[in-house]
């Protein structure tokens, strides 16, 4: 969370602190963060007995999707996105397409993937 709370600090419209966080997914991606992509799909496949981190994950992912609704609530206050959107909806949706796209570009060592959301969700939501 560390990463996505300071790639967002000093941003101020909803689209910038969101480029913000795609950006840590690309550096995911690109391996400048952690070995290996998105240490919490990681976790979850390793950990399949669901044992050990399951709390921690939870507890993450939430984080994660509240960040990413604090997001649309921004925008939804500035009015740069529809009203009638439920901002929890988006960010899952959000955060479920980039891990998706993040494990493809990872699996095919190919960006495109990443960019290719990135873009969808910029035209539905920004």
Same mark, same amino acid.
């Given at each position: 969370?560390?990463?996505?709370?300071?790639?967002?600090?000093?941003?101020?419209?909803?689209?910038?602190?969101?480029?913000?966080?795609?950006?840590?997914?690309i550096?995911?991606? +690109?391996?400048?963060?952690?070995?290996?992509?998105?240490?919490?799909?990681?976790?979850?496949?390793?950990?399949?007995?669901?044992?050990?981190?399951?709390?921690?994950?939870?507890?993450?992912?939430?984080?994660?999707?509240?960040?990413?609704?604090?997001?649309? +609530?921004?925008?939804?206050?500035?009015? +740069?996105?529809k009203?009638?959107?439920d901002?929890?909806?988006?960010?899952?949706?959000?955060?479920?397409?980039?891990?998706?796209?993040?494990?493809?570009?990872?699996?095919?060592?190919?960006?495109?993937?990443?960019?290719?959301?990135?873009?969808?969700?910029?035209?539905?939501?920004?």
């Open positions: 969370m560390e990463n996505y709370n300071e790639a967002i600090s000093n941003k101020q419209s909803a689209l910038e602190k969101y480029n913000a966080v795609f950006n840590v997914f550096r995911l991606c +690109e391996n400048e963060i952690v070995e290996g992509g998105c240490p919490l799909m990681n976790a979850i496949e390793a950990d399949e007995s669901k044992l050990y981190f399951e709390d921690t994950l939870m507890e993450s992912f939430y984080k994660l999707i509240n960040l990413i609704k604090s997001i649309i +609530e921004i925008e939804k206050k500035q009015n +740069e996105i009203m009638d959107l901002p929890e909806q988006v960010a899952i949706f959000i955060l479920s397409s980039l891990e998706g796209s993040l494990a493809l570009s990872r699996l095919y060592k190919d960006n495109i993937y990443l960019h290719l959301v990135d873009k969808q969700i910029k035209e539905l939501f920004f």
